[in-house]
């Protein structure tokens, strides 16, 4: 790993466009996903498979257009604690839309 | 430079040029990447837009002094309120502390010749500019009146008012509050003097270092909320609005993410300042330094775990409302911890009384008003009581106003002398602070009984019964607003008529007052290299008291 000014020879053009393809075809594969009726399988299902996919291309992006991939710690720090907090965010929403159905306050 | 030589050199009798004298034209200072001038500029800017922002607050209680809606009509009102929350909140609250004493004082505080990234430091003040200018103008062409949570769907389905301009300067402001957060951080890892270790660092800078993690890591939540809000409103694409698929409750979810720790943002920094000022003014290190360093970061934190518990009533799940819940009370364990050990620092010490203590003092007290009061509103079952009622304006007030714009105005007049190299009248200043202290309880005191009788929030009429506390309330308000007023007019005066300051007027150790005030350009003349602790009026510290006050009797003289 380092940390100069040579990024730009970590990889080359034709892998940033492999990487570029595999985003395609994550947002083709959440179209299709999202035709799937897979909440039959478990409520939730479609949102879940489509939050994979969504997570996944966020992973590709990070490590390879931000150069995360090969940064120091403390970027890669950085990047775990803003992946977190929006974990944090998605989880704690999450736990309203999947509970809100269950219990009133009347009881 | 060792500590003495820093504090000799710092008394220097041939004078020297500074920050403020280093080129008068327009250019000098729109083109500059000095933090301290850049700091001056967003004091002016935010002073302008907590002007405006307190015109509306007189005309809300100007308002309310009666029942009925006599001074504007309802739907004027419902743009007052609104207005007044956006320009305090966004334009003021938000970006005043760190913007200017943060840009002023953390490179000096921590040895450093200027933030490490200095011209995306004058950027975030042109942003800040941008998105101001762009809110105003949406103000004057009509204004808003969604409150300044913009709720859906009425924000995005029915409101006939400014919604998009204004969500667009909110929109363009939050980078510059991002641009300053990541400033700080990275001056904070990088550009520390030799000696400066973490733990040597002045209770502030943890602060300001605390409160730049929120700006980064909440901030750009709320920028796509709104962005979110505008496509919602432009294109109809169902997002918030249940009629077309999308669910309002996700608007909250996503707004208080940000608007929850947006609190934090605010009073964090007026805790790093009340830190600064009750050790200094005690004479006296402060109290487990340690645990008001984490629990600063802790705040941070926590902070983010907890926002559901403005939607207790929303209709989000009682699980989630349960949750949410617990963390609230969870949250006030880090804020208790610095209430305790500041209150410990005081004992046995050497406490003076001077303004900006006296501004210390009033946050302590304040501060613990809202701070015990919110529990009030973080316990589930009470909340739904209590909720959009005045009893809820008051807990805000107590924490935003009792807390932050305490702290700032204390804060101003603590490093005044070091920003202008003069002080100002002592005597009009502590006059000021307890015109602030009386007319602030008078003000909102009143709307918590008010809030318990059931007085609703945003509405310009309410009933006979409760227009006595209503009178009060706004007779506070008048004595609040004279005790603001003053200090812009007695720290103007100083401006040419003030005594000169010295450079460390209240002979206190922090590498801020090392240096000459104003202090030049580059901050400093050598490196200092920092060999003692935080907070430490010991000898080893360097401080030459003696010294000090043979040189302030010749002067006298």
Known sequence: MSDNNSEHLHMNIPKYIGIFMILVVGTIATYFAATVDMDRFFPGANTLVALLIAFTKMTFVMLFFMHVYWSKRLIWLAAVGSFFWLAIMFAYTMQDYLTRGSGTFSG | MNAQTAITEGHADTPKGNYLTNGSTLASWLLTKDHKRIAIMYLISVSVFFMMGGL????????????????VETATYNKVFTQHGILMIFFFLIPSIPAILGNFLLPLMIGAKDLALPRINLISLYIYWLGGGLTLFALMQGGVDTGWTFYTPYSTTFSNSFVMFVGLGIFINGFSSILTGLNFIVT??????????????PLFVWAHYATSLVMILGTPVVAITVLLLAIERATHVGIFDPSIGGDPILFQHMFWFYSHPAVYIMILPGMGVISELISNFSRKKVFGYEFIAFSSIAIAVFGFLVWGHHMFVSGQSIYAGMVFSFLTMVVAVPSAIKMFNWTATLYKGSISFDTPMLYALGFMGLFLIGGLTGLFLGAIGLTVHLTDTYFVVAHFHYV??????????????YWWPKMTGRMYSEF?????????????????FPQFILGYQGMPRRYAAYPEELQVLNIFSTAG?????????????????SLIFGKKAGDNPWMHPGLEWRTSSPPPTENFDVMPVVTWEAYEFGEESGLDLEGAKRRDAASIA
């Open chain 2, 56 to 71: 509306y607050a007189a005309t809300i209680r100007l308002e309310l002094l009666t029942p009925a809606s006599d001074l």
């Open chain 2, 188 to 201: 904070i890892h990088t550009m520390r003097a030799p000696g400066m270790t973490w733990f040597r660092m």
């Open chain 2, 400 to 413: 935003m106003v009792g807390g932050q714009v305490i702290a700032y105005l204390g804060g101003i007049h």
């Open chain 2, 428 to 444: 009009w200043g502590k006059i000021s602070a307890m015109l602030v202290f009386v007319g602030f309880n008078l003000t909102f």
């Open chain 2, 477 to 493: 308000a008048s004595v609040l607003g004279i005790g603001l007023i003053m200090p812009a007019i007695y720290l103007t005066h």
